[in-house]
């Protein structure tokens, strides 16, 4: 069946590029990987994108806590939004479920016997008081949890969820969209993260960047991408993560964008405009194709993690927990069903090509690795759109938590069948950016055909 729709669909796509130039098309196998774009497009659009869509909609999947008031470590922050869209609305402490509040200082509490009503953040539907993940746990089960809990190889600055900065926000009402911020301010953080985190040197050119004056001749970026062909396997994937989540957002913006700014009520849509200055080979001097190959590189990596973590959620006592009984089996069930599709997958990233050379020597390079994307979440508190922060630190961290479930393959392996483990835990809010932020890739694959679609009838 899988086959027949694969057919079908890139028939669809034959032989649309952004500029009718055939050898600029977004096709074949990726690079660093045995995967090619045409199966990543059935498997995503037909298999994945509906289900983590419904997925994410759950209660337990759209309230993220989130600190947007720390300030930036790096420089003083000048970056602001142009339109009133750009503002991210928190939920009132009033509102806020409880389950959900007493689940920051208790993430062994126990299953509520009855459910609550409450009132969301829209006012219109009742919904069950969100918890963490784990629920039925003794006291002593928690603490001995919460000692392991700082020695884990976190890839990201985590926010504190207990400090009085830190708010809930409902993802489903601050969706991400074009805010209008761009400018030097958006770009000096993009900079800061190629430049300084990606084991770039100085003396090696990105290609287009704008805040670099343009140099001599026709620079189309091949000393740069014969430098990058020179790195080892682990710093060349590290450049394509970062290159992949940056043209995910991109795509997401082009997407969403303001169309029509009204007195009552903006008007959203794709912008084909946008998209093709981004992207379109013609425009981007065959930049566009490489960015949205990182895209689908990063998709495998994240696909990968979700695969490999299904066990830790297949455990009988992980719960979901939302103080809804009924809503908290549906959910799990969702997210069951979700991980059998991940793992059906045939063609997924091979991780343990990573970090697999000389022990002293790769467990060096695995600390840089973890420290380099450990600064570039912190990078994401400079942000100066407080919706662009929002979504920027929640797709870090599903990422971040993606790396730290694939480095983790011995630890979940290991995994207690009946107790919580020394050796891995997931916090619900890793949970919940892990989810999420696979959802924007997931997303931004969709969208990418609509583009494809868009364009052909322009053409």
Known sequence: MLRGLCYLWM????????SGQLHSELTGVLDDCFCDIESIDVFNNFKIYPRIQKLTERDYFRYYRVNLNRPCPFWADDGHCSIKDCQVEPCPESKIPVGIKSGNYNRYSQVANANTDIVDCEQAQDLGAINNTLSNYSKEAFEDWARHDDAQDHFCELDDETSPDADYVDLLLNPERYTGYKGPSAWRVWNSIYEENCFKPRSVYRPLNPLVPPRGGDDDGEGFYNWLEGLCLEKRVFYRLISG???????????????????????WGPNVQEFRQRFDPAETKGEG?????????????????????????????????????????????????????????????????????????????????????????????????????????????????????LFSEKEIKNLPEHSPSKGFQLTRQEIVALLNGFGRLSTSIHQLHSFRALLKEKR
């Not at 028939?11 to 952004?18: D, G, N, R, V």
């Open 11 to 18: 028939a669809s796509l034959l032989p649309i590029t952004f």
């Open 245 to 267: 989540l940056h043209s995910s957002i991109n795509i997401h913006l082009c997407a969403e964008y303001l169309l029509d700014e009204g007195w009552d009520k903006s008007l």
């Open 289 to 405: 194709t490489r960015r949205l190959k990182n895209l689908y590189f990063l998709y495998l990596i994240e696909l990968r993690a979700l695969s490999k973590v299904a066990p830790y959620f297949d455990r009988a006592f992980v719960n979901l927990y939302t103080g809804d009984r009924q809503e908290d089996r549906a959910t799990k069930e969702l997210l069951l069903q979700f991980f059998n599709e991940t793992k059906a997958f045939s063609m997924h990233f091979d991780e343990k090509s990573m970090f697999a050379g000389q022990k002293i020597e790769a467990k060096t390079l695995k600390e840089e690795f973890r420290l380099h994307f450990k600064n570039i979440s912190r990078i994401m508190d400079c942000v100066g759109c407080s919706k662009c922060r929002l979504w920027g630190k929640l797709q870090t961290q599903g990422l971040g938590t993606a790396l730290k479930i």
